[in-house]
Nanobody, 126 residues
Framework: QVQLVESGGGSVQSGGSLRLSCAAT????????MAWFRQAPGKEREGVAA???????RYTDSVKGRFTISQDIAKSTLYLQMNSLKPEDTAMYYC????????????????????WGQGTQVTVSS
């Protein structure tokens, strides 16, 4: 059974940095498309960043130049480095996996993912 566990969230001041991790208990890590989503109260879940095992990445416009998604295949772990954080980045962050390459679907479509973590909270104060 696939299990995803996020960590690394917390409370920081505007301009600060955090690194989120998603540790995966999974068979065939290299065959999955992986992504980070976030959801704030009263808002829909939105895609933040996505990556496949060959390296191509995608970011939502609001985080380009500030966030970096990466993976460690040997450790079956997904990361999201977040720099220059803003109050509008405040949300619950979730990792999500799909057992296909990212090229077969829209990486930011929440309905296309098979597996989800429980989330880690990120709060940015002004």
């Amino acid at each position: 059974q696939v299990q995803l566990v996020e960590s690394g969230g917390g409370s920081v001041q505007s301009g600060g940095s955090l690194r989120l991790s998603c540790a995966a208990t999974i068979d065939g890590f290299s065959r999955y498309c992986m992504a980070w989503f976030r959801q704030a109260p009263g808002k829909e879940r939105e895609g933040v960043a996505a990556i496949d095992t060959r390296g191509p990445t995608r970011y939502t416009d609001s985080v380009k130049g500030r966030f970096t998604i990466s993976q460690d295949i040997a450790k079956s772990t997904l990361y999201l480095q977040m720099n220059s954080l803003k109050p509008e980045d405040t949300a619950m962050y979730y990792c999500a996996f799909r057992d296909l390459s990212c090229i077969y679907y829209n990486e930011f479509d929440v309905k296309k993912y098979n597996y989800w973590g429980q989330g880690t909270q990120v709060t940015v104060s002004s």
